[in-house]
């Protein structure tokens, strides 16, 4: 090969190469643009629904909408739905009782200790659970608890709240525990470790801030839910004072008092709105918090 | 050494006991053969590798020994295990020969938890009564780790390079004071420097346990091991591929003189 042969073939590679880079960029910049724009599209929503909740809700907020109960609907600007506020965390308290235990529990079943074909039904019970509209978890609360003590009331509320969030702590858990390596599973095994000591003292642990995101994610919607309590807590003007009565809830004092033609009553529902969302914006930021504990 | 081994027969064994054994030794997952007619008297105090191309059943082998291969559904066995003597898959509890058979796996698998509760694990999940500041303090200076963590044993296992994990690993193996460390491919994953770490450690450790080392790397096998068994693998009809022991011999005989053209081939890096 003559040193004219190598330069031309030198020279031809260099400019194929000077070619190549120069053609797509525009093109990448085309569809970068295009991916942006929908990007904005998609967030326009969010931002006016967040914007409008704020600068509607905002003002109504002050101290009388933290500690007192509903106004009557002609008295403009006065009462909160403290009695909401305190209806929701405690529904919300109840439900997760019932629901961290036994979902906890069924997904360290799932992944740890069943056997064959039995982990693949309980999974697709488990999603088509999740699937079921929220409301129909409200309707058969009421079949089954609020038909059977003759009234509406927290428990009941709570109970249909903890159906709902089942299905999301059985999956989050056991997709946490999964994730653990089966190496470090072998390795605890490998010390003489029983299956129990296992689980308990080296998966668990591990897998633990992962399960509190879920469990944290599980709580948020549960406290966003209107549906499941119109069936089961309806709602009430007055202090709770026992688990087995009507209760008030934010989300269906936002939905009661947005229908009615009552200005006070309907800016009240606004700041409601404002802190159901400041509610499931402050359990996000704690999800992401256990997130960034997480090991695996 | 004038010892003729057969080729699935015992090495010349002079005033060593033999530690693990198998006889006529069938391993299946399913109906898949996975190994088949292993016969070894493995010697105690020694180290021995067990050598081969992928798929001829090392790692199915040593699994065998601490009864990991029990978490697998479809594993079962023929032939016998003993541990100087004793059937290791009858009438005994998978439990307690872990305890006295550890492993050190492919991977560093430290738990998530700090170096400290990493070695204490074992002592913890036994229930054994001792001083655990002095088990964890013994463990690491056995394995050659003491000195790069002794200050910072609280702080997370994890944190460690791949090299101190695995060297964890084996001091949270040998935390339990086993009789035999199984070793499944400890340095694969590792750097050269480590790797020499590591193995010098091992020779030490030869001096109190049974060894007991899977390795791909046969120079590996050539400068630390006394005894080296050669694997070898068959297709099945089915496509699969079915281990079997070609020959087990004092490591120098295995790669200066191998009985069996199968060894010679392999050592001489003709396949594999």
């Known amino acids: ?296 | 050494m004038e010892h003729t081994a057969q080729h699935t027969d015992v090495p010349a064994l002079k005033n060593t006991e033999t530690a693990i054994a198998t006889e006529q030794l069938n391993v299946y997952y399913g109906d898949f053969l996975a190994l088949r007619g292993v016969n070894m008297a493995i010697p105690e105090r020694k180290v021995t590798a067990l050598i081969g191309p992928s798929g001829c059943g090392k790692s199915t082998l040593i699994r065998c020994f601490n009864r990991l291969n029990d978490l697998i559904d479809s594993f079962h066995l023929d032939g016998r295990v003993t541990y100087y003597g004793q059937d290791l898959y009858q009438d005994v509890d998978a439990v307690q020969v872990r305890r006295r058979i550890g492993m050190v796996f492919q991977q560093p698998n430290p738990f998530p938890k700090s170096i400290y509760d990493n070695i204490a694990f074992g002592a913890r999940a036994t229930g054994l009564k001792t001083d655990l500041d002095a088990l964890v303090e013994r463990s690491l200076k056995r394995s050659a780790l003491w000195e790069e963590v002794k200050d910072k044993l609280k702080t997370n296992g994890l944190s460690l390079s791949g090299g101190q994990q695995q060297r964890l690993c084996i001091a949270r193996a040998i935390s339990t004071q086993p009789d035999v460390v199984l070793m499944d491919e400890p340095c694969s994953s590792l750097d050269p420097i480590s790797t020499l770490k590591i193995e010098s450690l091992i020779r030490e450790l030869a001096e109190e346990y049974t060894i007991i080392i899977v390795t791909h790397n046969m120079q590996q096998a050539a400068r630390m091991a006394d005894y080296t068994a050669f694997f070898n693998a068959e297709a099945t009809e089915d496509g699969k591929r079915s281990g079997y022991l070609v020959e087990f011999a004092p490591t120098q005989k295995i790669f200066d003189q191998p009985a069996q053209e199968a060894t010679r081939n392999y050592v001489n890096g003709q396949f594999g």
């Open chain 1, 1 to 296: 090969m003559t040193a004219t042969d190598y330069r031309s073939r030198a020279d031809r590679a260099r400019r194929a190469i000077a070619e190549q880079t120069s053609g797509p960029s525009y093109f990448d910049l085309f569809w970068t643009g295009v991916a942006g724009f929908f990007t904005l599209l998609a967030l326009i929503p969010l931002v006016l629904v967040l914007v409008y909740v704020v600068i509607r809700g905002f003002s109504r907020l002050n101290w009388a909408a933290f500690t007192q109960l509903p106004p009557p609907p002609l008295a403009p600007d006065q009462g909160g739905f403290a009695n909401a506020l305190i209806g929701t965390l405690i529904m919300v308290g109840i439900g997760a009782l019932v629901s961290v235990p036994f979902g906890v529990l069924a997904a360290i079943y799932l992944s740890e200790f069943s056997q064959g074909q039995v982990p693949r039904w309980i999974r697709f019970a488990t999603n088509v659970l999740s699937g079921v509209p929220s409301i129909l978890m409200g309707v058969f609360i009421y079949g089954l608890f609020v038909i059977t003590t003759g009234t509406y009331s927290a428990v009941a509320g709570g109970f249909a709240l903890g159906v709902l969030m089942l299905p999301i702590i059985v999956r989050t858990t056991d997709e946490s525990l999964q994730i653990v390596p089966k190496q470090v599973r072998w390795a605890a095994i490998g010390m003489g470790a029983s299956k129990f000591q296992t689980v308990l003292r080296v998966v668990l642990p591990a897998a633990l801030p992962a399960i509190a995101t879920g469990l944290t994610l599980a709580v948020a919607r549960a406290a966003g839910e209107t549906a499941p309590l119109l069936f089961t807590a309806l709602f009430s003007q007055y202090w709770l004072d026992s688990l087995f009565q009507p209760t008030a809830s934010l989300s269906v004092l936002v939905y009661n008092f947005a229908t009615v033609p009552y200005e006070g009553q309907q800016r009240l529902a606004w700041a409601a709105a404002l802190i159901l969302v400041g509610i499931v914006l402050l359990t996000s930021i704690l999800a992401r918090w256990a997130t960034r504990k997480q090991i695996y």
